[in-house]
């Protein structure tokens, strides 16, 4: 998982762009009469997700599209808000949308940090939690592949994930991502989530779920063999152990400084540690 820093955008200046496009003429009245008490649902968001209580906002039904909300509002307006105001090519929201995918460095994925970012993700599901269908806090960029398998329920203490707009730097200042490298062949990377003795009890579950949910030790593992491959041939090489050994130490050092809780980082790590690789194990059979 990525930090990234919100969109700097006043409240409500999506919300009010996004009406525009707004049919049939009911649904943006609807809409346009609950302006402030969204509003007020947005801040309480921002003070929710600033302590990483963001499961203690009520979820909607299941279906439902006639559901009041807010007002005479229902959630087919709120979610028609976001489809048909911001997500259209020629939508006067659209701006916002772009802008919003343009958060993400190198526009890679900050939930998996390996895909190209291809969409936006609601944090909270537009299907459970409309009213924050086009705020852009509940907006993260994101893959297609993070968006598929990322749950899109409704969220518990149990089951809060992280997000990236409002964890504290300690998620990226220390390791939690741990890789182990199996001596027999073919050489298999696994991952797993290797949570720090200091960290508080919420922080440590929104990881592992996050790591969980998203599926990274089956996606990171992937990445990881085609790396070991291209790895052992730039091994093969060098013709000294010690040669070997102080490069994958090298990119250990590199990767831990690009991103430290990275699938390459923490495969780095590992192979570092590993005089039996360097030793004669990077050979292929």
């Not at 659209?94 to 919003?100: A, L, N, P």
């Not at 040669?243 to 994958?248: A, D, E, F, G, Y």
Request: contains cysteine; aromatic residues 10%.
């Amino acid at each position: 998982m990525r930090l990234l820093k919100p969109l700097i955008e006043k409240p409500m200046k999506i919300f009010d762009d996004t009406l525009a496009d707004l049919s049939p003429a009911t649904s943006q009245e609807r809409i346009a009469k609950v302006r402030d008490e969204v509003g007020d649902e947005y801040l309480s968001y921002l003070d929710k997700a600033i302590q990483n209580t963001l499961y203690t906002i009520p979820a909607c039904d299941y279906g439902k599209s006639d559901q009041l909300i807010l007002g005479t509002a229902t959630k087919g307006d709120f979610v028609a808000q976001y489809d048909t105001g911001m997500v259209g090519s020629a939508a006067a929201g659209r701006q916002h949308y772009d802008r919003i995918r343009a958060l993400a460095l190198f526009n890679k994925c900050p939930y998996c940090g390996i895909g190209d970012v291809a969409t936006l993700d609601h944090y909270l599901s537009k299907s459970r939690y409309p009213v924050y269908s086009v705020m852009s806090a509940n907006l993260i960029p994101c893959c297609s592949d993070c968006n598929k398998v990322k749950g899109g329920g409704v969220i518990s203490e149990g089951s809060q994930t992280l997000h990236p707009y409002f964890e504290k730097p300690i998620i990226d200042q220390t390791s939690w991502l741990v890789a182990s490298v199996s001596e027999k062949h073919p050489r298999i990377a696994k991952f797993r989530v290797d949570i720090p003795v200091h960290w508080p009890a919420d922080l440590a579950r929104r990881t592992i779920n996050h790591f969980e949910e998203l599926e990274l030790a089956r996606r990171y593992s992937i990445q990881a063999a085609v790396e070991l491959g291209s790895t052992s041939e730039y091994l093969m090489d060098l013709t000294e152990f010690d040669s070997r050994r102080s490069h994958l130490r090298r990119m250990a050092r590199v990767e831990d400084g690009i991103h430290r809780n990275s699938w390459k980082a923490a495969l780095y790590r590992e192979l570092a540690h590993l005089d039996w690789y360097a030793l004669e194990g990077y050979l292929r059979p």
